[in-house]
C-alpha cells in the first residue's frame, strides 16, 4: 500500500536548514496497524505529513497504492488525500460554527459536493456519539470531540487513517475509549498509522517504528501481529474535476452565507463601503438623470432646428445704439420663407412688457405677438383651451393666452378661460392657458401673454416692425448653410452697406445652446458618477482589507479544509463566495438607500431626480465587480496556503 525509498525533506527556519526526513525508507502493508514513535524533532510528524499528503518530499519516491505520487499537483494530492486518507488530528481541528454533524460530514463538500449531516450522525452513532450530533465543539468534553474527527476521518470510507498524537489532549478514560476506536476500524480492515511518544499507545500497535535525527532507527512487529489483511484493491485511480457544477456553486453560497452570518458584525461593516458607494452612485445617476431631463424639458421649450434672427445694433462713432435702419418686417420674414428652400416655417414676434390687471388684481408681465406656427415651433400647444388663428390674426382680434404665473397672479384659482382682462386698458379675452415651462433664476417662461402678431404690434405696441423671427430648419444638417443664406438675403432685402453687414443682423442658433447644454448636462452627469463610484472604490478597499483580516483568522479552518480533500479552487470559491455575498448585499441595500435618498430629494428639496432601473443595474453590476475584483487577492491567499502551515498557525 505504502512504499517510501529514499525520502529527504528539509525545512528553511528563520535561514537555518533543518534536515527533516534523511533518507527515510519504508514500506507498509494493507490493513497494518503501525505505530511511529520517537522524541520532539525526531521527524515522525513530518513523516506522517508526506504519508498523508499534507507536505511532499524534496526528493526520494512515495509510491501509494502503487502509484507515484511525489511529483503530483496540488489539487491531484487534495483528491487523493479525500478519496483514500482520513485524519485525526491531536488538536480535533472542529470548525466552531458547525454542529458536531456537519463537522463530521465536512469532507463531503468536497467529494460529493454537499454537506451531508446525516451521513455525519450516522457515523458519530458508529464512535458512540449520536446523541450529541446537534451540539457544537464548545459544547464537547474533549474525548467527544476527538471522536467527532474520527468520524470526520470515516467519511469517505477512508483506506488509511492518520492519527497524530490522537490521545495527547484526552484523559485516561477517553483515551481507552479512542484507542478502542481505532483498533476496531483497523479489525474491519482499515490501515491505521498513528505518531506518538506513549509508550501504552504504541503498544495498542502491531508495529512499532522508532525514528530519531530524521532516520527510521528501528522496525519492529509485536508478538501478537497478524498477517496485513488486503483490504480493498490496492489501486488508486483519481479524477480532478474541471469546472464547477450547479451543485457545488449553491453549496459554496449556503457555507458562505452560514459564515457571514456567523460573523454579523464584520459582514455588515464589509458591506457598509458597497451600501454607502452603490447608494451614492444611484443617487448621484438619479439626480444626473433629473437634471438632464429637466434641461430637455427647457430645450424643448426653443424649439428644434431653430434659427433666430434679430437686428443688429446701430454703431455711431464706435457707439453702440439701440435703434438702427435695418428693422426687420414681416415681409421679411415672407421673402425668407419663399426663397430659402432648407427653411420649413418662419414666425415673426414683437415683445415688450405691459401692464396686465384682472378685476381688482394686476400684473407687469411680458406679451409676445405671435403667429399660428408659433405654438409647434416654441412648444407652446396650450393645455387648456387654444391657440391663435391666421383669421384672428388677420383681423387683429383681442384674444389672449396666458403663462402659469399670470394665470395664478391674477385669477388665484379661478377658471380664466372666457375672462376678460385689459392690457394697458384694452379688453382681451382669454382664450387658452399655455403649457407650463419653469423658471430659472433669470427668467420665468411661464410669466408671459401671447396674443395675434398684428394686435401687438398695431393696437398694443404701436409698432409697424417685428423684434425677431423664429426660423425652423427642416433638418439639423442645414442649420449652418441656411444661417449663411438668411444673412445673406437680409443683406441683400436691405441693401446693407459692405462695411456694416456683418453687425447689421444677429442669428441665434439655438442648435448650438442645445447641444451646449446637453454636453453640460452629461458632463456633470459624468462627473457626479465618478465622483460616487470612487466611494465604491473605498468600499471595496475595505472588503479586501476584511476579508485579509478574516483569512488571518481562519487559516486553521483553511488547512483542515484543504487536509480533508479541499482544492486551491475550492477555498478560492468559498472566500469570493463571500465576497460576493457581502457585495450583492450591500448592492441591494445601496440601491434601496439610494431610491430613499432620491425620494426625498425630490419630495422635500424640490430636486428633479429619477432612479431608472438602467443605473440601478449599473451600479448593482460594478459593485459585484468592485467585490470579486478586491476579493480575488484574498482569496487567492487563502488559497495557496500550505496546509501543514496553515494547520499550525497561531
Request: glycine fraction near 8%.
Amino acid at each position: 500500500m505504502i512504499e517510501l525509498k529514499d525520502v529527504h525533506k528539509t525545512y528553511s527556519l528563520g535561514g537555518t536548514e533543518v534536515r527533516a526526513l534523511r533518507g527515510v525508507t519504508l514500506t507498509i502493508e494493507a490493513g497494518e496497524y503501525v505505530a511511529i514513535m520517537g522524541p520532539s524533532g525526531s521527524g515522525k510528524s513530518t513523516l506522517m505529513n508526506v504519508l498523508g499528503l499534507l507536505d511532499v518530499p524534496d526528493r526520494g519516491s512515495y509510491r501509494l497504492f502503487g502509484r507515484e505520487v511525489s511529483k503530483l499537483g496540488e489539487d491531484e494530492l487534495a483528491v487523493l488525500r479525500r478519496e483514500a486518507i482520513g485524519f485525526v488530528f491531536q488538536q480535533f481541528h472542529l470548525l466552531p460554527r458547525l454542529s458536531a454533524a456537519e463537522n463530521a460530514a465536512l469532507p463531503l463538500l468536497y467529494s460529493q459536493h454537499r454537506l451531508d449531516a446525516a451521513r455525519g450522525a450516522e457515523l458519530l452513532g458508529d464512535v458512540g456519539l449520536g446523541e450529541r450530533a446537534g451540539h457544537r465543539p464548545n459544547e464537547l468534553s474533549g474525548g467527544q470531540q476527538q471522536r467527532v474527527a474520527i468520524a470526520r476521518a470515516l467519511v469517505n470510507r477512508p483506506r488509511i487513517i492518520l492519527a497524530d498524537e490522537p490521545t495527547g489532549n484526552l484523559d485516561s478514560a477517553s483515551q481507552k475509549e479512542i484507542l478502542a476506536i481505532l483498533r476496531k476500524l483497523n479489525e474491519a480492515g482499515i490501515t491505521v498509522i498513528i505518531v506518538t511518544h506513549e509508550e501504552d499507545v504504541s503498544r495498542e500497535a502491531r508495529r512499532q517504528i522508532r525514528m530519531r535525527d530524521g532516520k527510521i532507527v528501528s522496525d519492529e512487529r509485536t508478538s501478537s501481529s497478524r498477517p496485513p489483511t488486503a483490504g480493498r484493491a490496492a489501486s488508486l485511480e483519481t479524477v480532478v474535476p474541471r469546472g464547477f457544477g450547479l451543485r457545488e456553486v449553491a453549496e459554496h453560497f449556503r457555507q458562505g452565507l452560514k459564515v457571514l452570518t456567523t460573523n454579523k458584525v464584520r459582514t455588515a461593516l464589509s458591506a457598509l463601503g458597497i451600501l454607502i458607494g452603490v447608494a451614492a452612485v444611484v443617487s448621484m445617476l438619479a439626480i444626473g438623470e433629473g437634471a438632464k431631463r429637466d434641461i430637455e424639458t427647457r430645450l424643448a421649450s426653443l424649439g428644434s432646428n431653430l434659427l433666430v434672427l434679430r437686428k443688429g445694433p446701430a454703431r455711431v462713432g464706435g457707439v453702440t445704439m439701440e435703434t438702427g435702419a435695418a428693422r426687420i418686417t414681416v415681409d421679411d420674414a415672407e421673402a425668407l420663407r419663399e426663397r430659402i428652400p432648407a427653411i420649413k416655417e418662419v414666425a415673426p414676434n414683437v415683445s415688450s412688457r405691459v401692464q396686465v390687471s384682472y378685476g381688482s388684481r394686476n400684473w407687469n408681465t411680458s406679451v409676445v405677438g405671435a403667429v399660428p406656427p408659433y405654438a409647434r415651433m416654441r412648444a407652446a400647444e396650450p393645455d387648456v383651451g387654444r391657440f391663435l388663428t391666421y383669421d384672428e390674426n388677420r383681423k387683429r382680434a383681442r384674444v389672449v393666452l396666458l403663462g402659469r404665473t399670470v394665470v395664478r397672479e391674477l385669477f388665484q384659482g379661478e377658471d380664466p378661460i372666457g375672462a376678460t382682462v385689459k392690457i394697458n386698458r384694452q379688453s382681451f379675452q382669454v382664450i387658452g392657458i399655455l403649457p407650463e415651462k419653469g423658471a430659472t433664476a433669470w427668467r420665468d417662461q411661464d410669466d408671459l401673454i401671447v396674443m395675434p402678431l398684428t394686435t401687438a404690434m398695431y393696437r398694443v405696441l404701436g409698432k409697424d416692425y417685428v423684434d425677431y423671427v423664429d426660423i425652423e430648419v427642416r433638418s439639423a444638417a442645414e442649420i449652418e448653410p441656411t444661417q449663411q443664406a438668411v444673412q445673406n438675403l437680409m443683406v441683400s432685402r436691405h441693401r446693407i452697406p459692405s462695411s456694416e453687414q456683418r453687425d447689421a443682423f444677429q442669428i441665434r442658433n439655438m442648435a448650438e445652446i442645445q447641444a451646449t447644454l446637453t454636453e453640460t448636462s452629461r458632463t456633470m452627469s459624468m462627473l457626479l458618477a465618478v465622483i460616487a463610484a470612487i466611494s465604491l472604490l473605498v468600499g471595496g478597499i475595505g472588503i479586501m482589507n476584511i476579508m485579509l483580516v478574516s483569512v488571518t483568522e481562519r487559516t486553521r479552518e483553511i488547512g483542515l479544509r484543504k487536509a480533508v480533500g479541499a482544492r486551491r479552487r475550492d477555498v478560492l470559491a468559498q472566500f469570493l463566495v463571500e465576497t460576493v455575498v457581502v457585495s450583492v448585499t450591500g448592492g441591494l441595500a445601496g440601491i434601496l438607500l439610494g431610491w430613499t435618498i432620491t425620494v426625498v430629494l425630490t419630495t422635500f428639496a424640490g430636486w428633479t431626480a429619477s432612479v431608472s432601473a438602467s443605473a440601478a443595474l449599473l451600479a448593482f453590476t460594478f459593485s459585484v465587480g468592485i467585490g470579486v475584483m478586491f476579493g480575488i487577492y484574498p482569496a487567492r491567499k487563502a488559497a495557496g496556503l500550505n496546509p501543514i502551515e496553515a494547520l499550525r498557525f497561531e
